[in-house]
């Protein structure tokens, strides 16, 4: 496996993390090129947990596919602060500077919405003897509708939440109280029905072309070219 780019993800990104808190890592890999053109397609995730730190790797291809569609989970790997970087290659820096290309207005809007109703929805099963479950859900409502409105709005999609205590004290509110989440659902859907800085169309010409930079440099198993390769660097997390 090729890594091209690889960080720590989720509540630790988001500053939401506590003592004992998971820590989970994202990542992009690219298989080599000639196993595209056998009779069975590649492995296009990986997915690793428990005894092992949590970590999913996407296939180059599947994660532009996310990402062009705004899956908020994938998204993120490309707006990290620095310091989370655990891989960062020369073509994971070409994905880093031409993130704003994968952004479109339609596909922000009904994924940051869409993930936050399933949130919603999955806080309405929740029993009274499942708060903590239920805070999380909550948590994650909160986080999606704020990284999703500022996203619309600004066209920058911020990991690091500027006040994680406040989210996670919404969190516990709505966690007790549901309906508390209703009104913050329908004020994100009217600023995302507002015109906001998203093209219409993500410009998949320059994702297209990356992906091809890509290929050409993981042409043979034994790895890419001495360019690429020299642009490799792996940076600890903290450092």
Same mark, same amino acid.
């Not at 994202?26 to 997915?47: D, I, K, M, N, Q």
């Not at 929805?121 to 999703?148: F, I, M, N, S, W």
């Not at 996203?151 to 690091?160: A, D, F, K, M, Q």
């Given at each position: 496996?090729?890594?091209?780019?690889?960080?720590?993800?989720?509540?630790?990104?988001?500053?939401?993390?506590?003592?004992?808190?998971? #820590?989970?890592?994202?990542?992009?890999?690219?298989?080599?090129?000639?196993?595209?053109?056998?009779?069975?397609?590649?492995?296009? *995730?990986? #997915?690793? *947990?428990?005894?092992?730190?949590?970590?999913?790797?996407? @296939?180059?291809?599947?994660?532009?596919?996310?990402?062009?569609?705004?899956?908020?989970?994938? *998204?993120?790997?490309?707006?990290?602060?620095?310091?989370?970087?655990?891989? +960062?290659?020369?073509?994971?820096?070409?994905?880093?500077?031409?993130?704003?290309?994968?952004?479109?207005?339609?596909?922000?809007?009904?994924?940051?919405?869409?993930?936050?109703?399933?949130?919603?929805?999955?806080?309405?099963?929740?029993? =009274?003897?499942?708060?903590? +479950?239920?805070?999380?859900?909550?948590?994650?409502?909160?986080?999606?509708?704020?990284?999703? #409105?500022?996203?619309?709005?600004?066209? @920058?999609?911020?990991?690091?939440?500027?006040?994680?205590?406040?989210? +996670?004290?919404?969190?516990?509110?709505?966690?007790?109280? $549901?309906?508390?989440?209703?009104?913050?659902?329908?004020?994100?859907?009217?600023?995302?029905?507002? $015109?906001?800085?998203? =093209?219409?169309?993500?410009?998949?010409?320059?994702?297209?072309?990356?992906?091809?930079?890509?290929?050409?440099?993981?042409?043979?198993?034994?790895? $890419?070219?001495?360019?690429?390769?020299?642009?490799?660097?792996?940076?600890?997390?903290?450092?």
């Amino acid at each position: 496996m090729h890594v091209v780019l690889a960080g720590v993800v989720g509540s630790t990104a988001y500053g939401l993390a506590r003592a004992g808190s998971d #820590v989970d890592r994202l990542g992009l890999f690219a298989v080599p090129t000639e196993e595209l053109h056998g009779l069975r397609r590649p492995v296009e *995730s990986v #997915v690793s *947990s428990a005894p092992e730190p949590d970590r999913t790797m996407h @296939e180059a291809a599947k994660w532009c596919r996310l990402a062009l569609s705004a899956n908020p989970t994938a *998204s993120e790997l490309v707006w990290l602060p620095d310091e989370l970087y655990e891989v +960062r290659t020369a073509l994971g820096d070409e994905l880093i500077a031409l993130r704003g290309a994968l952004l479109s207005e339609r596909a922000v809007r009904g994924s940051y919405l869409g993930y936050a109703g399933q949130q919603f929805r999955k806080l309405l099963t929740r029993g =009274p003897d499942e708060r903590p +479950r239920a805070a999380k859900h909550a948590r994650h409502l909160v986080r999606l509708l704020e990284q999703g #409105v500022r996203l619309h709005e600004t066209g @920058e999609l911020v990991v690091r939440l500027a006040d994680p205590e406040q989210v +996670r004290e919404a969190g516990e509110r709505i966690a007790a109280r $549901p309906e508390l989440a209703e009104p913050l659902l329908a004020d994100a859907e009217r600023r995302l029905d507002r $015109p906001g800085v998203l =093209p219409q169309a993500p410009d998949e010409a320059r994702v297209e072309a990356w992906l091809r930079r890509v290929r050409q440099a993981y042409w043979t198993a034994d790895g $890419p070219s001495d360019g690429i390769a020299s642009g490799l660097r792996k940076t600890p997390v903290g450092r």
